[in-house]
């Protein structure tokens, strides 16, 4: 039964041209990218505009978490590198890009 199903079907794309196959897959290649591209790309980039618009906007006053998990406080900001008070008058100058987000909400909450 099987192999008269395939000798069908063997008979029937031998008949049918193979224009269109090439079509659809260049079809299916794009749409799977735009797929890619609406859930992975799009909310990526949004995501790293935030965070920049956050490092851009940071002010003196603001409590802070680094990469590295340290909680701080910003006491001075510069170009590049923003100096946090840790803890009492420990303070530590870290890069710009190694805050990742303000806890000032998170405590009132």
Known sequence: MLT???????QASAAAP???SSWSMFI???????????FMIRPQRKQQKELEKFRNEL???????T????????????????????DGETKLRV???S???????AQQA
């Not at 002010?59 to 978490?65: A, L, Y």
């Open 95 to 97: 890069d710009k890009n």
């Open 4 to 10: 008269l199903l395939q000798a069908a079907s063997g």
């Open 28 to 38: 299916m290649l794009a749409l799977v990218f735009v797929v890619m591209w609406l």
């Open 67 to 86: 990469v590295g998990g340290i909680f701080g406080t910003v006491a001075d900001i510069q170009d590049r590198s923003v100096l946090i008070k840790v």
């Open 59 to 65: 002010k003196k006053g603001d409590k802070v978490v």
């Open 99 to 105: 805050i990742v987000r303000d806890y000032s909400d």
């Open 18 to 20: 193979q224009g269109g």
